[in-house]
């Protein structure tokens, strides 16, 4: 079976390198010739763990090709993104677009599977009317499913292939299909129902943990208060054999987790108040983020101040900015009259108009060093040895280890801790 994959992002690449490395034929799609050119040319455009060796192999064994257009091929697959609009709501365009791409390629007896994350009935009502158009007879011609993904970026490759899937398919051969074709590398089970629940169950795993972190947030806020550490707190009631508390941070970003409940939302209405709520409350740690922050300054009497934000990917050991919650954080902070500068080691290319400098050039300006994503490198920091401008540190992911830096002089705050 040959398999053109249409998206090659996050998602894409990984899926149709992994096909490629296990003897599949696979042609990579992306209407950005950039990402086209970075797989003919072996040069990534995105950062994952163990991608490079297995594109270079994937490419040099044959198994792989891309272009800007699809070909025809058995199975298509469609991984393109489906953000939110301005106002909150689905933006499905893409699927639609991708959908309608393949329709001129498609032949009897061909597979259409959306890996997408995407509200509950876009199968059916996006892809389907675009389907259609291709004469076959959807479900007994033309098969088709959902297949989401569910791996973490960073471990990509990993979950790949340990990862259960649900397969929800249009028609019953339309999942059986899908779950045979993702055997090729899938050792995890492989679990079949319809489209519409696979839509539900992928959107609410990612609410369910934007909820939990929400309670997270709301709980850290009220610790502040209460001065106790929520940190602590949360490690004590995660013992309990039913309880797992979420942690809190400055944010919540990527493209998945404060996306996805917005569809359940939109769907959801008056019914979705859970839902609603808690991305409002994760919605509003970068401002309290920044406050915390004006407050320290405050209280050290420190004016006119330069604030050091550290990390600005939105999570540890990624090089995604989407969404990110540091972003946010900047504004909130530079609204609140600080100039902030920034440092990454992950981020090559800087989407913020913040400037960013070296980690050197950083610890020099900054009255105070807000560490807001936990990368391996600030986990390794040792502050002994720093050479920074300022000695006070405010830790907003618990990546740091208060007693070596209190004991290394640094005045330590941390996001959900009262103390100091
Ligand atoms: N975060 C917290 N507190 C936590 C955990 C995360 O504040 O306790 C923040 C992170 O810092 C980050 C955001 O949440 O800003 C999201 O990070 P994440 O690690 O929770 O999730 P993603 O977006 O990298 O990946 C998620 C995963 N979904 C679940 O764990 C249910 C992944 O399995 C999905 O495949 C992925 O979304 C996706 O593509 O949908």
Known sequence: KSICVVGLGYIGLPTAVMFANHGVKVHGVDVNPAAVKSIQEKQLHIEENGLQERLNKAVDEGFLTASTTPVTSDVYIVAVPSPINPDNTANL????????????????????????????????????????????????????????????????????VNNDRIVGGISQKSAELTKELYETFVKGEIHLTDATTAELVKVMENTYRDVNIAFANELAKMAEKLDVNIWEAIKFANYHPRVNVHFPGPGVGGHCIAVDPWFLVELGGEQAQIIHLSRNTNDSMPSFTAQKTQAILNKNGIAGATVGAFGLAFKGNVDDMRESPSTIVIDELQKLGLTVVSHDPHIKQNKHETQTQSMQEALEQSDILVFLTDHKEFRELDPATLNAKSKIVFDTKNCLNREVWEKAGFQFHLLGDAKN
Not at 113 to 142: A, D, F, H, R
């Open 93 to 160: 365009e893409y699927v639609r677009q991708a959908t309608a791409s393949i329709v001129p390629f498609v032949k009897k007896g061909d597979l259409v599977i959306l890996e997408s994350t995407v509200p509950p009935k876009t199968v059916e009502n996006v892809m389907l009317p675009e389907l259609v158009k291709s004469g076959l007879e959807i479900g007994t011609e033309l098969y088709v499913s959902h297949s989401p993904e569910r791996v973490i970026p960073g471990r990509i490759f990993e979950e790949l």
